[in-house]
């Protein structure tokens, strides 16, 4: 079995301006990185994400940027923190999943934004940490929606 998921949300600003909000670092810090992101999602880039509810920076590779079409990212796959002694491999940590996100136009002035995340190892931790990230990918999406619709940041104060 393949561990793999996509999510989708509809967002009713154009394509431009949705696109733009998960590219610039000082806006997805807005609503999604709740501790910050450094640096511009530029295809070859690596950026870092940090979030309150998992302390720590995150280094984020950029495979691929098609401006107000296509993001597709790397980034560890953080399903299992290998023991004291353990080897890398064996453990099943040390490899990394990809997250491709894609900005569809749709009627005049809507964006369909899809977030599709693969490559876990079929393992239970595995299982465990798609999980989560498919539960994370789908709160970026609403945040994503109220941030560029409303203004508000609907992650604020939610983890500390």
Known sequence: MELKFTV??????????VFEA???????SGYFTTGGAKGR???GAIVTWEFHDFPGAFPVEVVEVEENSRI????????AAPAEGDDMEASGAGYKTLVTMNFEPIDDD??????????????EPGLQASYGNCMGWSQMLCALKVYVEHGINLR?????
């Not at 597709?72 to 399903?79: G, S, Y």
């Open 8 to 17: 989708s949300a509809r967002i009713s600003r154009p394509v431009r301006e």
């Open 22 to 28: 998960v590219a610039d670092p000082a806006k997805l």
């Open 41 to 43: 999602l530029e295809s």
């Open 72 to 79: 597709v990212l790397r980034w560890e796959a953080n399903d």
């Open 110 to 123: 809507r964006t369909l934004v899809t977030i599709t995340e693969e490559g876990w190892r079929e393992t």
């Open 156 to 160: 604020q104060d939610m983890y500390k």
